[in-house]
């Protein structure tokens, strides 16, 4: 016997489900009619949507004025917002794409369910530049596009670099969304029974017929848009970090933002992906996909990505106080004691003190906790973002400029607007797609294992691996 | 071409009348109504007026004068479009003239600039002078006569005063405003003559009638005080805030204080200035030691310093029993010693509204000091009255009340709201049948008036007169009266004679009075010049009166409430002008809202906060005012300012609930009427403060007022700048070097190292750079009205403001040094620096904002998509964005347009919705000086001193120097190879264009533990 045991991973799939089972339980969604509850959830949303819309209007028509921003704080909410829809949008594609690569099995229970999140967020996300402008009829400036001024963008701004990150960061998320769906629009095509769906599903499924070649294609082009999508994890937050640290404001001029930028923006993608899931797989009877498994595992995530967050404040004030320059240290000791104290102990609170209760296994394993503290994530890394921004330039070198810094209702609902976008778009994709990517979950059936797996017992029986009893002299 | 841009530039009547509004214009019967004038808020009235205003305005734009007037120096052959012409004219404000250059637009003014020729002027101007451009275009002036409210013309006023001042028997009182015309003083003798029962009283509520009497108690004359600051090595001001707009010639007088502190290196020496006061004023902030003591108290202050003085120097005798609280204090000694031993260079005065009897005590110190002649002269001004005109108005009043009066001609003054609460001007005026009243505005007097007459602005109108110091100038007008109004002397001499003459042939008419046979040379010269002769005032020689005793003194035990004019508004004249309005207070930095001033301490003892309103109660009469907490303030004291809390004046003035939907919610703005306070006794009266528990935002644009211990200002005392040259540099200033000076110093290289690559300028252009003299700057905020009048800036309204949008392209930061009590103040103007490697250029997305070869940092709205990202980066924080569309708010729909239009330069744009603004360094001047120079010399360089910026041509203290750096002969590079130059943000190494020359204090040694401590109570 050997002393390495092979310990099988606990079930990815729980309930006894089968091939047809899954398939049947993922596409029922799809096909059966609409429940009513959805109608009014999407009403609700699309009320959300219009809130949006309106406060958007209200503010092309006035202008960037209806905004609370002023002389000190030329950004405000709009960019807070941004910001923060960026890295929410970051779960997704690390789970789509990091997890792939590394061959983590459980991501395939949520993958395209974080993938539509961050297609969504990212859409929101991008409401935020083209909206904040001062003049929105002339944002296309900002794109290279050969024109009769003879005029290109500034290519040393970093906002111009925030373009070209977040433009490629949502197309290869997209394609790689798409490219995930096909066998599954496939199968979607093959089950409807009216000639709508059937067409639609099958536009998109791009004649899939499931042959081996097209597997083969398949998992090419799979495994080259996760790698493609990979940096981009990185680059996206550690470009629009770029916003802040390449200018010259204490408190945004700090090299440690792009990995504090990326791991706060994983920390609080990971925490939207549980909101929404806790509650959609309740909704929608996925408990046997998405399980307690993978929340304690995604709350791991959080409170290591948390713990990374609390470092880099903390190493923020370290390299404040270290560098011994004044305004640098000013400016940290006013947010912790300053105008905008509230704010700074609220991002504490909930992003630095919150994850660690998921040190007890008891607590990462309660649903309704791992709720309550992904919620309270968000509102930390939302305020997160508003320290960052409001608090730098509000109190930065010449203290006659400093100013107090509040949102008008137009701000707040420009924000709850996003949530319309986002709920709407949301709620569309739980109806009409597949939430859990079928063909890849049942990849991690033991049934897809025909070699260990008995048909009759329904038994998983792992290969034994005989690993050979070191020799003493080769040590 | 487009009907619309056809229509933009009117030439000719013809073409207007093209203009579709036009047509409708004529087509009505009546352009518009007092009704509809007078309901001043909704926007729909505004939009009803507009078509009757744009025609009213392009006429005038039409109107060149038809006299002859002369350019001032450029003479162009023939005008040609595009190159204004400047013309000399002078501005009377309490009846002294200052000189000003108007520059002037195809026959349209645009931008005052100060007469270098002109004494009171000497090329600069105050804050008042800028804003009476947009006063002239205000669309809310008086248009036209109103009798009985009804609009009339002005040929039916004189028909009227025609048959109505006929009979000479009739019992007239005048109430005019100071007025040192000799045509207009002609005339009022003529009148005095004509009406022989009729009174004549000179009314101004902040004058100087005060100063004069005082004269009179002391020298046996009425006579004017002027003093000649180049001379005195020691300034005292008892509550003399002479630097201020407020007193008649703060310009010249600041022009001889600050260039007493010109220091360019350490050989040179400077004045020393104290100031003994109870609120915060600009004197005080500039003077060396500042003592605050109660208004109450300021005439004991006289006497006691008179007692002191009579130990050490001859002539004082009669003040040699004063004992009071401040005798043998350790300030008193001090400044008793330093007087004494400066004798003859020294100069004494006191604020114009203290009494007669402290004034005298003032002219006994200063004629005990022998300063007469010196420092100190007094002049006989032949417009003075032969009476005390506080006193006379008193009695007018009183007369009028007992109905004693057939007319009441009041020509310019504004009594129904100025005069004295105690004396009830307005209800005696309900007594005479007919009143009088000339003025610019429909205001309080006006509507009380059955016959109001539109006063003419002196842009617009012919008329003459004295500087404070006697320069004799004639009034040249700009452009013909927008509306239908008359001038003073028109209109007194109607009233006299019975007939329409134009001011042109009256003032004429004087001047060949005294120029006889070579009129027609000498008054070309005048007109060109501005001013002819200097002395027009004989200096008198004085004799001290041997019966003469200390000042008697009636301080207030508990609080004192103290009236004083606003710095922005004055006494309320200038109410509906948005730039005042908008121009931060230069010690509070309020704008749009009169506040109650308080020390923390008396704060605290009321248990008020900034902004808690208050009620302040004097004899019986309660006004509702937010209170503010003034650091330096005397305790036990509250300062409150008139001119607000007006209603039915304009569109700016009035008290309004602003709740438009632009801005979103409502907000109080205009201010509050303190006038029902005041009191006939003087300056200050004992009353009582309590909390009513509400509050009232106010508009401030400057929160935080501690330097945080950070070394963007910097300065050092006299004494130590002698030893420590190079006190202001960043090395002396931290212990270290710039951080990479020395890395780039091993390189070779003389800034500090960089990660980008520095622009390359071309060796045939200038460099243009501007240094900052923090020793002369005094903090009255002349550039940033300049600035604003030069460069279209919009206003924006208290609400806008309030959330911390101001506008204005240079800034004056003024930060509190050293305890709340009595704590130094310093101004620091702050306009863009122009940095070499600008962090604005490095971060806009669409470039902008970038770099020209001549060194400066420039903006392109056109490119311009305002995501503020430039505004971010600033470390300076002086971009300024268009939240709104403030121009069209301001020039359209929210105005009457085209009148205000008239007052924007047309040599810069005006900027539209959404884009990022902010100071040029006037790139308008400097580029016609460019080309100027190209043409001229065949180079852009033009010649040291050819360009002006707006801020700088203003400032009466010459504290910004701007010029080519390239040229090492410029002023600007002079200024800036001084030790004391220094970079603001200088280890940032963006390299700044523009810099600041460290302040320099001048303390008696023997105070200096001393300085600006309170005495103990």
Known sequence: MSKYEYIPEPALVKGNHDFASLTKLVTDVNLRPTPKPWYAAMLLANAFLGVFLIAVGYLIWEGTGVWGLMNPVGWGWAIINFVWWVGIGHAGTLISAILFLFRQDWRTAINRFAEAMTIFAVICALMFPGIHVGRIWVIYWVFPIPNQMGMWPNFNSPLLWDVFAVSTYFTVSLLFWYVGLIPDLATLRDKATDKIRKFSYGLFALGWTGSNRAWWNYEKAYMILAGLATPLVLSVHTIVSFDFAVSMIPGWHTTIFPPYFVAGAIFSGFAMVLTLMIVARKIYGMEDIMTNDHMEKMNIIIMVTGSMVGFAYMMEFFIAWYSGVEYEKAIFILRATGPYAWAYWIMMTCNVLSPQFFWFKKLRTSVGFTFFISIVVNIGMWFERFVITVTSLANDYLPSSWDYYSPTIWDVLTYVGTFGIFFTLFLAFLRFLPMVAIAEIKAVLPQADPHNYDEETQEFHPHVVEVPQPKAETV | ?1017
């Open chain 2, 1 to 1017: 071409m487009s009907e619309v841009t056809q229509n933009t530039y009117w030439k000719s009547l013809n073409e207007l009348a093209q203009n579709q509004e036009y047509q409708k214009f004529v087509e009505r019967e009546f352009p518009e109504n007092a009704t509809e004038l007078n309901d001043g808020v909704s926007r729909r009235g505004f939009l009803r007026v507009m078509g009757a205003s744009i025609a009213l305005a392009g006429l005038a734009a039409c109107r060149r004068p038809v006299q002859k007037i002369l350019p001032y120096s450029k003479q162009p052959e023939d005008v040609v479009p595009g190159i204004p012409l400047h013309y000399a004219t002078a501005m009377p404000f309490l009846g002294n003239l200052t000189g000003l250059v108007i520059e002037n637009h195809e026959g349209r003014p645009t931008k005052v600039e100060g007469n270098e020729l002109h004494p009171a002027s000497q090329g600069n101007t105050n804050v008042y002078q800028q804003a009476t451009m947009l006063e002239m275009y205000d669309p809310d002036r008086s248009k036209y006569p109103l009798k009985n409210g009804k609009k009339v013309s002005s040929n039916d006023f004189v028909v009227f005063a025609q048959e109505f001042f006929a009979d000479q028997n009739k019992k007239v009182a005048f109430i005019s405003e100071a007025n040192s015309s000799p045509t207009y003083t002609a005339l009022k003798e003529g009148a005095l003559r004509k009406f022989r029962n009729s009174s004549w009283v000179t009314y101004e509520p902040f004058g100087e009638n005060n100063a004069i009497e005082g004269n009179l108690i002391a020298f046996g004359r009425r006579l004017r005080t002027h003093y000649n600051y180049s001379n005195a090595d020691i300034v005292v001001s008892l509550d003399d805030d002479f630097l201020a707009a407020t007193h008649p010639n703060n310009v010249e007088y600041a022009k001889q204080v600050t260039g007493r502190r010109k220091v360019t290196s350490t050989k040179d020496s400077m004045n020393r200035i104290y100031a003994v006061e109870n609120g915060f004023t600009l004197t005080g902030s500039y003077a060396d030691h500042r003592l605050r003591v109660k208004a109450s108290e300021i005439s004991a202050f006289a006497n006691a310093l008179a007692g002191a003085l009579s130990s050490r120097i001859n002539g004082l005798n009669a003040f040699s029993s004063v004992n009071n609280k401040f005798t043998g204090e350790k300030f008193l000694t001090v400044l008793a010693d330093d007087l004494a031993s400066n004798a003859g260079r020294s100069a004494v005065s006191i604020g114009l509204a203290h009494s007669a009897q402290a004034h005298a005590v003032v002219s006994a110190i200063n004629y005990a000091l022998k300063n007469v002649g010196s420092t100190v002269n007094y002049k006989e001004v032949p417009s003075f009255d032969n009476q005390d005109n506080n006193k006379a108005f008193a009695d007018v009043v009183a007369g009028m009340k007992a109905g004693k009066y057939d007319a009441v001609v009041i020509v310019g003054a504004n009594p129904s709201l100025t005069a004295p609460a105690d004396l009830d001007f307005a209800g005696a005026l309900k007594n005479t049948s007919q009143v009088i009243h000339l003025g610019t505005y429909v205001d309080e007097t006006a509507k009380q008036a059955s016959w109001h007459v539109s006063r003419s602005h002196f842009l617009e109108a012919w008329g003459d007169g004295f500087s404070f110091g006697g320069a004799r100038s004639v009034i040249q007008p700009q452009i013909l009266p927008l509306h239908d109004s008359l001038s003073e002397i028109e209109l007194l001499n109607v009233i006299t004679y019975g007939e329409k003459v134009s001011g042109y042939e009256l003032v004429q008419n004087t001047f060949k009075g005294y120029y006889g046979g070579n009129f027609e040379n000498r008054w070309k010269d005048v007109l060109h010049d501005g001013v002819d002769i200097l002395d027009g005032y004989k200096t008198a020689s004085v004799r001290l009166s041997s019966s003469l005793k200390p000042a008697s003194t009636s301080s207030v035990d508990g609080i004192e409430v103290v009236i004083r004019p606003d710095a922005s508004v004055y006494d309320g004249r200038f109410a509906n002008l948005g730039w005042l309005q908008e121009l931060p207070d230069p010690m509070t930095k309020i704008t749009w809202d009169n506040v109650a001033l308080m020390s923390p301490h008396t704060a605290e003892e009321l248990g008020v906060e900034s902004e808690d309103l208050i009620s302040v109660t004097v004899n019986g009469t309660s006004v509702e005012i937010p209170a503010w907490v003034q650091p330096g303030h005397a305790d036990g004291s509250v300062t409150l300012t008139v001119g607000y809390g007006r209603t039915g004046i304009g569109r700016v003035a009035d008290v309004t609930v602003d709740s438009s939907e632009l801005l979103g919610g409502s907000e109080t703005q205009g201010g509050v009427n303190t006038y029902p306070l005041r009191k006939n006794s003087g300056l200050f009266s004992a009353g009582s403060i309590s909390s009513t528990g509400g509050t009232l935002k106010i508009a401030c644009v400057q929160d935080h007022h501690s330097l945080e211990g950070r070394d963007m200002y910097r300065q050092s005392s006299l004494a130590h700048y002698l030893e420590n040259p190079d006190y202001a540099s960043f090395l002396k200033q931290h212990t270290y070097e710039v951080p990479g000076l020395e890395e780039a110093k091993e390189k070779g290289e003389e800034k500090p190292i960089t990660l980008f690559d520095p622009q390359l300028y071309p060796d045939s252009e200038p460099q243009w750079g501007m240094a900052i003299d923090l020793n002369s700057c005094f903090g009255c905020g002349v550039c940033i009205i300049a600035c604003q009048s030069e460069n279209n800036i919009p206003v924006i309204g208290k609400k806008e403001v309030s959330r911390g949008r101001e506008m204005h392209w240079i800034r004056n930061d003024r930060y509190y040094v050293g305890d709340v009590d009595s704590p130094q103040s310093v101004h620091q103007p702050v306009p863009c620096m122009h940095c070499e490697l600008a962090p604005c250029e490095q971060v806009c997305p669409v470039a902008a904002t970038t770099h020209s070869e001549d060194g400066m940092n420039q903006m392109t709205y056109n490119r311009c998509i305002g995501t503020r990202y430039c505004a971010n980066n600033c470390p300076f924080k002086v971009r300024r964005f268009n939240f709104f569309n403030y121009p069209k708010e301001y020039l359209t729909t929210g105005d009457d347009p085209d009148i205000i239009q008239m007052a924007m330069n047309p040599e810069v744009t005006v900027r539209f919705r959404g884009v990022m603004e902010k100071c040029t360094y006037c790139v308008q001047r400097v580029n016609r000086a460019k080309i100027d120079s190209k043409i001229k010399n065949g180079t852009p360089r033009p010649e040291d001193g050819a360009v002006v910026t707006a801020c700088q041509q203003a400032c009466p203290a010459d504290a910004i120097y701007f010029g080519d750096l390239t040229d090492e002969n410029s002023e600007v590079s002079k200024m800036k190879r001084n030790e004391r130059n220094y970079l603001m943000l200088e280890e940032l190494n963006v390299r700044p264009r523009t810099s600041y020359i460290a302040k320099l204090t001048n303390p008696n040694p023997a105070l200096v533990e001393e300085t600006n401590q309170e005495l103990a109570h």
